[in-house]
Structure formats: C-alpha cells, structure tokens
C-alpha cells in the first residue's frame, strides 16, 4: 500500500491516519433514540407516592410489559380531566417533551363526569371530544403518534351481581372520535368491565384500593394496576402501535416488588 506525503508524516508523528483526511476523528455512530410513550391522563393511571400506598396507577406498571427501549414517561395527574390538563398547561408541557416516532397515550373521562366542578366537566359529545382533538392534533403536529384509551372502569356491581358500567357517554364518544380522526383506540372501559364480571363482587376487591380504612372501588392496588396495564400492553399490541417485539411478560407474573412508591413528588 502507497502513502501519501501527508499520510507519512502523520504516521511518523503516531497520528491516525483518519486525521489526514478531514482534519477531525471519525465521530462515532450515534445510537437510535429510544421512543418514548407519554402518558396524559389521571389519577387511576398516575405515578403514587409513599404517602398514597397502596394505590397504584396502571402507568406504575406498563414499563415492566414493555421493552427497554421503549421509555414510559407518565405525566397523568390525580384529580385532571381532558380540559383542566389543559388549562393548567399540562399538554403543553408533554408535547414540548415529545419527538418524533414517540406515542402519547390519552386517557380521560372520571373527572370530566363531575358535571357540578366547571373547572373540569366536559361534555361527552362536544366539550369532551374538542378537547380530546387538541391531544391528536398536538402529538401529530410533532411527529408523534396519538392513541386514544377509554377510561378504566370503576368496581361498580348492581344486586344481581353483574359488573355495571360507570362512564356514561363518554367511552362511546371516544370511539366515535377515534374512528374520525383515524386515531388508534384501546378500548380499556369494555376489557376492564369484562375482567371485572369475571372476577366476581368479591374478587375485585383484591384489585382496588380496599384497606382496613377505606373501601375505594376507583383506585387501583398493586395487583389491579398491573392487571390494567397488562390490558393496555395487549391493546397496543392488538391495534399494531406496538409490534411484538416491543412487549415482553404478557403472560409471566409480575412481582409487585417490582413496583415502588417514591418518598416525595419530583419536579418536573
């Protein structure tokens, strides 16, 4: 192999020969940036802290059902509907975060219900879904992808026994608008009232956040929030936003050691 003279003087001086040809080292090959599924929903899905435990939101546990390489940013707050994440800035901050190819995952309904709280109620039909559509419109403006999920149900059983549904309007508002806007829908109200006939009265109460103090049949235990998330991992898998190399122990056990509860709210 023939030098050049400046190749030779470099490789006298013990300089890589790379150096000769643009003056720089070869930079190394970057590393794909990972996804990263946003969260934007409430407090049946939310992050808990150590003074909250038990309950558990569903997106605590979506991360162990996922690959590595799919990030879980969970920006769902207790007590926010559709409209008050947005009138509190909540979407805006989500959307800066997001990049292109990442997925937001839309969940409300329970507090946009609360027809006598103005700060929050919206109406199925018109309100709820206007709102729903800045969600789609700001993830797809940024590259993103949307997907929308009918909000869990609550532990509601009639005299007979049967699971009963609790959301009103709103699940089949959602659905409409989902197949509009040509939007993915995980459709967690209809699968979470099924496994909830399933299990029983009594069952179910070992998936919400039954204590020796208090008896709610909204929030989730460790147990119930894995088993939502298990619905959603499914559903993402099931509507192909998720291919199945993304998903991982849909079928194992998880350890609820897994799932911990933070000291104190991060900022952020």
């Known amino acids: 192999m023939s030098l050049t003279r400046r190749q030779v003087s470099a490789a006298g001086l013990g300089l890589p020969l790379a150096l000769t040809v643009t003056g720089t080292a070869r930079a190394a090959p970057r590393r794909p940036r990972p996804r990263t599924l946003h969260i ?94 800045l969600y ?34 709103y699940p089949a508002a959602m659905r409409a608008l989902a197949d509009e806007e040509r939007v993915a829908l995980l459709d967690i109200q209809a699968l979470s009232l099924a496994l909830w006939q399933e299990l029983g009265v009594e069952e179910t109460k070992k998936y919400f956040n039954w204590t020796a103090t208090e008896q ?6 460790l147990p119930g929030a894995i088993a939502v998330a298990r619905l959603v991992a499914r559903e993402l898998l099931r509507t192909r936003v998720l291919a199945p190399r993304d998903v991982r122990r849909l079928d194992e056990t998880i350890p609820e050691s897994w799932i911990t509860w933070p000291d104190a709210v991060t900022v952020g």
């Open 136 to 169: 789609v419109a700001g993830a797809r403006a940024r590259g993103a992808r949307p997907v929308l999920a009918t909000a869990v149900e609550r532990r509601r059983f009639d005299t007979a026994g049967d699971a009963v549904p609790s959301h009103g309007a």
């Open 216 to 221: 709610d049949n909204t929030h989730f235990n």
């Open 40 to 133: 934007a929903g409430d407090s049946t899905a939310a992050q808990k802290y150590a003074d909250a435990a038990p309950e558990t939101g569903w997106g605590t546990a979506l991360p162990f059902l996922l690959r590595h390489d799919l990030v879980v940013a969970n920006r769902a707050v207790n007590g926010r509907s559709s409209k008050s994440f947005v009138d509190e800035g909540r979407l805006d901050a989500v959307l800066d975060a997001i990049r292109p190819d990442d997925l937001l995952l839309i969940q409300f309904a329970h507090n946009d219900e609360k027809a006598t709280d103005p700060s929050r109620y919206t109406e199925p039909w018109t309100t709820y879904r206007e709102y729903l559509r």
